[in-house]
Every structure is written in structure tokens, then in C-alpha cells.
């Protein structure tokens, strides 16, 4: 069983189209992520969850709309696509309390093209 | 956050041991030191965790001086499998801090037969 499960694994799309994203967790956590992996590979942190409520905005442009309808889903929206939006997408979840190391488990990724 | 700072690139071969530090000059009290490995097209993994001394698993050890100010990764007879990116993170993996981990350019280990 997957642990962390995105959708779409790959996305092509063309600049001004708006895409989602999908994330599930089966694992029970109660924080879940979206970071972005850019061709630097540097990955940086989008936004964070935790149980609905959203934690951790990191100035990501407002075309970006995170969407928790409950604590195993934590989708993506990005409005009016732009080339720089290219990148690899990943969802991750952990566990934070004192009884766990704060492992991220992450997703396998979603490649997004923007054209 | 505490930055880290590690090696852009390592070169080995198969069973080698190989020892990747990582500096975080600026790591505060709570933090903790956790490594993560990702392979391409996939999410970063776990590898460990620790706070100070040693500490070892299945499939690595983490080596943290008394200062704290760094921390090696040391991977035992590595495999071309083991070739990878290693990230080097820290912070405070319950009060916040955590949910704010940033993710440097990692190293990227090349295993040669």
C-alpha cells in the first residue's frame, strides 16, 4: 500500500490553464506538505497542514490555493499557469509529537510542464 | 532555521564506507540533525535521526561531536544502489520548527563499480 500518493505523476499543460493536483495519506498523520523541487533540485516548502488548518504559507504566489477537505488529503490548485511553475511537486506527511522523530514520508512526485 | 552546508558532489566505489559531514554552525538547542535520501523521479526517504553522539540503524550511521556544529552521515560498503542525493536538515522536530524544514542541494553520491 502507498503511503503517500499523488496525482497526476506527470501533467503537461500550456501557460494561463489551470491545474490540480491530488494528495492522500493513509498513514494516519496529522501535518501534511507540499514542497516544490525546482531543475536545481532544491526543494522548498509550499505550505503545511495541520489537521485542515493551515500552518505554513511560505510566500507562494496566490495563484496557489492549497485544499485540505480532511486530514488524509491535501490537494494543490494553481490558477493561470506560468513557464516558472515547472517543477516537481511533492506532498509529504509526518507525525509531531515527542514519540516521533518528525519523519517527512513523501510522495513519489508530480512532474508539472508548463509550455 | 539553522543552514547546513555540505559537499555539492562525492565519488566512490562499491564497498567503500563513505563519509558525508555536514555543517550547521548555527543549530540551536532543540534542534535535531536528520539525513534524507532521494533517488531520481522519487521523494526524499528518511535515513536517520539524531540529537547528539551516535546513532546508528540498519542502513547508516550518524556521527554528532559534542559542539554539535556538524554531523557525518557515514554510509558502510556502499552499493551502486546507494547512489543518490543525501540532504543534510535540521530543526525542532515538535514545536514548529519542523514543519518549516528546508532541504539545501543535498550531495550527490556517485557510486562506480
Known amino acids: 500500500d502507498t503511503a503517500v500518493s499523488q496525482t497526476p505523476k506527470y501533467l503537461v499543460t500550456q501557460m494561463g490553464n489551470d491545474k490540480s493536483i491530488k494528495c492522500e495519506q493513509n498513514l494516519g498523520h496529522d501535518t501534511m506538505y507540499w514542497y516544490k523541487q525546482d531543475s536545481k533540485k532544491f526543494l522548498k516548502i509550499m505550505f503545511s497542514y495541520n489537521n485542515k488548518e493551515l500552518i505554513i504559507n511560505e510566500t507562494v504566489p496566490n495563484r496557489f490555493s492549497p485544499k485540505s477537505p480532511d486530514k488524509a488529503h491535501l490537494n494543490l490548485h494553481i490558477n493561470s499557469l506560468e513557464l516558472g511553475d515547472s517543477a516537481v511537486y511533492f506532498c509529504?506527511?509526518?507525525?509531531?509529537?515527542?514519540?516521533?522523530?518528525?519523519?517527512?514520508?513523501f510522495g513519489e512526485g508530480s512532474r508539472l510542464t508548463v509550455l | 532555521l539553522a543552514k547546513t552546508t555540505q559537499p555539492i558532489s562525492m565519488d566512490s566505489y562499491e564497498g567503500q564506507e563513505v563519509n558525508i559531514t555536514c555543517s550547521h554552525n548555527?543549530?540551536?538547542?532543540?534542534?535535531?540533525i536528520t539525513w534524507y535520501q532521494q533517488f531520481p523521479s522519487q521523494g526524499p526517504r528518511f535515513i536517520i535521526q539524531?540529537?547528539?553522539t551516535k546513532v546508528t540503524n540498519e542502513v547508516a550511521s550518524l556521527f554528532i561531536p559534542a559542539d554539535r556544529k556538524s554531523s557525518t552521515l557515514s554510509l558502510p560498503r556502499v552499493s551502486l544502489s546507494d547512489t543518490a542525493v543525501y540532504y543534510c536538515?535540521?530543526?525542532?522536530?515538535?514545536?514548529?520548527?519542523?514543519?518549516?524544514?528546508?532541504f539545501g542541494a543535498g550531495t550527490r553520491l556517485a557510486v562506480h563499480p
Open positions: 548555527n543549530i540551536a538547542t532543540n534542534d535535531y
Open positions: 509529504a506527511s509526518s507525525q509531531r509529537d515527542n514519540a516521533n522523530t518528525g519523519e517527512l514520508f
Open positions: 539524531g540529537y547528539k
Open positions: 536538515l535540521v530543526g525542532d522536530r515538535v514545536s514548529g520548527g519542523y514543519n518549516k524544514l528546508i
